[in-house]
């Protein structure tokens, strides 16, 4: 976007502008990067005053920051150089505010060539004061232009959602586990290493030779582990599904079998574990610049979802965010386009899918459709196409049409997005964790924990 300044002939008195900014946890952490200060007031997961709960509150710095973000790209604008500026605090503003930055030039001097303006912040939500002062610059004098964009990207890289996760499921009770075919030392290693997180109690079911060189290979010790010879992987799967039926396991995990198998033995309509609902997969992914989890749905199992499985879909994964801490989970069902076409079904279905939930047909969650991915997730998007539901620019989660577009978005959120992936099968009498053989230590061991928080909270064996 070209932005242009203003010079000081060209600047009146009560010429006014003003620039928008979301607070995110990750503006803070950068913040306190580089100005080195790590007061804990301002870090996301730290508790500053001993209250037990985090504030994550602005820097009274980052918020002046924002008044001289105003001045130095649109009023004056480039070449703008300051001489003072004062700054008087009037509230507090978080992670998750968006506020707005104003100023409004109140006098020139021509002998200086020095402009004086009212600088302040406020809080878009409910206008509230944050900031108030006065700024004195040395305008430009040279018309230039440039292009806001032309400053490298940064990305804070981290797990900080995952993380938090952990932390929630460390006090519960180990989940009783049968992990099917962990005959490889990803799969193996995985479930040892949730063990010794005591996130679960894993019954290894699958070759026992075979089992017994992987943890030999990993210089691991299975005393004390309970291990089922059962070489056929089908019949391991079958296995599985019987330990739970008998009350021994309240989990099932994935390792080193095609995933068909272990599905099928689920779904088998005398021996599985339906409970009357469609099994449905969830990616919970903590995406680097976002300030919450992000769950994708279906990516794995349902190839394309009529309506009636959508509604599984949404109900799954919002049973899912609230087990995870989303208080009030907000569904974002995806099309190519955020009005109704009637020549593109997956805008019908999510419209359905919206009215549904106003009528309590899906209960739990917030849910609006259709909306192309840029409204579900930017704010400034949604604003930008007039959409002003509590949802768009705010998912929490994204419901793919179908599993070309789900497993497509997973994938980008992770490999250009840098996201890490915990997945999880739904609409089973038990979790079923899902873990590809790419996912690295945390991958597994967010599985494992979104899998026991979620069984913490419905109680489900």
């Known amino acids: 976007m070209k932005i242009e300044n203003r010079t000081f002939e060209e600047l009146q008195v ?152 952990l932390k929630l499921a460390a006090p519960l009770p180990a989940l009783v586990t049968a992990v099917i075919c962990p005959e490889e030392p990803n799969s193996l290693g995985g479930a040892l290493l949730a063990r010794d997180h005591t996130l679960i109690t894993p019954i290894l079911i699958g070759d026992a030779r075979k089992i017994a060189e992987v943890a030999a290979e990993l210089a691991a010790d299975l005393t004390g582990i309970e291990v089922i010879d ?117 805008s019908i279905d999510a419209a359905l899918l919206s009215k549904m939930a106003e009528r309590g047909q899906i209960k739990g969650g917030l849910v609006d459709g259709p909306l192309a991915m840029d409204n579900a997730v930017d704010i400034a998007a949604a604003r930008t196409k007039g959409l002003t539901s509590p949802v768009a620019g705010r998912a929490e989660i994204l419901v793919a049409p179908n599993i070309d577009a789900g497993n497509m978005l997973a994938k980008q959120l992770t490999y250009i997005s840098h996201a890490e992936s915990a997945g999880l099968v739904l609409g089973a009498k038990v979790p079923i964790i899902l873990n590809s053989r790419a996912d690295d230590d945390m991958s597994r061991l967010a599985s494992c924990a979104v899998a026991a928080l979620h069984h913490a909270r419905t109680g489900k064996h």
């Not at 007061?39 to 994550?56: C, K, Q, R, W």
């Not at 339906?274 to 903590?286: A, C, P, S, Y």
């Open 14 to 165: 009560g010429d006014h502008s003003e620039l928008r900014r979301l607070v995110t946890v990750d503006d803070l952490i950068v913040f306190a990067n580089v100005s080195g200060n790590h007061n804990p007031m301002h870090i996301f997961n730290a508790d500053g005053d001993g209250d037990g709960m985090p504030e994550a509150l602005a820097p009274g710095m980052f918020i002046g920051a924002l008044v001289s973000a105003v001045l130095g790209n649109v009023l004056p604008g480039a070449g703008s150089l300051y001489h003072a500026q004062s700054l008087e605090f009037h509230s507090r503003a978080h992670a998750g505010d968006e506020l707005v930055s104003r100023v409004t030039v109140t006098d020139k001097n021509d002998r200086t060539m020095c402009v004086t303006l009212a600088t302040e912040v406020r809080r878009l939500s409910d206008d509230a004061l944050i900031l108030s002062g006065v700024a004195e610059v040395e305008a430009p004098r040279v018309k230039l232009s440039y292009d806001s964009h032309d400053l490298p990207g940064l990305i804070v890289q981290r797990h900080r959602h995952f993380e938090k996760l």
């Open 230 to 346: 059962e070489p056929d992987h089908a019949a391991a799967a079958r296995r599985g599904v019987a330990l739970v039926h008998e009350g021994r396991a309240t989990a099932l995990m994935k390792g080193h079998l095609h995933t068909d198998d272990l599905l099928r033995a689920a779904l088998d309509k005398d021996r599985g574990l339906r409970i009357g609902r469609r099994l449905t997969h969830i990616f919970v992914m903590d995406v680097p610049g976002v300030s919450h989890p992000i769950l994708v749905t279906d990516a794995a199992i349902n190839i394309a979802p009529d309506l009636r499985t959508k509604m599984d879909i949404v109900q799954n994964a919002i049973d899912l965010a609230l087990s995870i801490g989303i208080a009030e989970p907000k569904v974002g069902v995806l099309s190519a386009v955020e009005t109704v076409n009637p020549d593109i079904p997956s």
